[in-house]
């Protein structure tokens, strides 16, 4: 458990936060990844510690998907992922947290019911196999108050629903997948991370870089743990 002193700054000053990861494209930067947090996971459970939280965040939304859908492939779902609904992979919507609004009551309603109609258009669309259409709608049942897919949704229906659990359990969940466009949603505001994981930074522009990192990490720009790959 000493490597936990990684990550506390209390009691360690690491000589390099940032890390680096290069390989050529196929050599398997995804997948360690996608191990290494599971294995962090896995290390902070068995210390009891709920303190440490990560954000995996890139430039594009595919980026983002990819390490969480390796995550799903091992049955780790402990994560939250924020963002556009028609713009995430479709086995992570079950997973998803849409509201890009204020926190006002007039935006979030506005917010859900966009987000209901949308996820409703995906559903009519067609080209869907049968496992994404389960997807969608988990997705939906996951707006709901009844976890039980019907045709019709009613306003009362969304009120009743989910979401604010699925927003309080932003505030804890160990895992996040945003974009560094979408690190900007009023429902990340006091969300504070101590690991950022960047995929495809070579791709990103360094202001999107720090904006991401100094707006949702807890640590000063000092002492940010930071790993690209």
Known sequence: MSCLQWFDDTRIQLKDDIVLVHGVYGSGKSHLLVVFIIFLCTMLKEANND???????????????????????LDFTEFIRVGSLKRI?????????HRDRGDSKADSDRSDK??????QEMLEGS??????????KQAIEGMLSPAIYRAQYSTTDLKNGRIKQRIEKLKKVRVVGVTCAASVFPVLEGNKFQIVILDESSQMLEVSI???VFKLTKCSPATQHVAHW
């Open 127 to 136: 080209g869907l196999s049968t496992k994404e259409r389960s997807y969608i």
């Open 210 to 212: 720090d904006y991401t």
């Open 114 to 119: 966009l987000a209901l109609k949308e996820l």
């Open 51 to 73: 303190d440490i939280r990560i954000l995996v965040s890139a430039a594009t939304n595919t980026a983002v998907d990819r390490i969480l859908l390796g995550l799903l492939e």
């Open 89 to 97: 992979a479709k086995p992570v919507l079950p997973f998803t947290l």
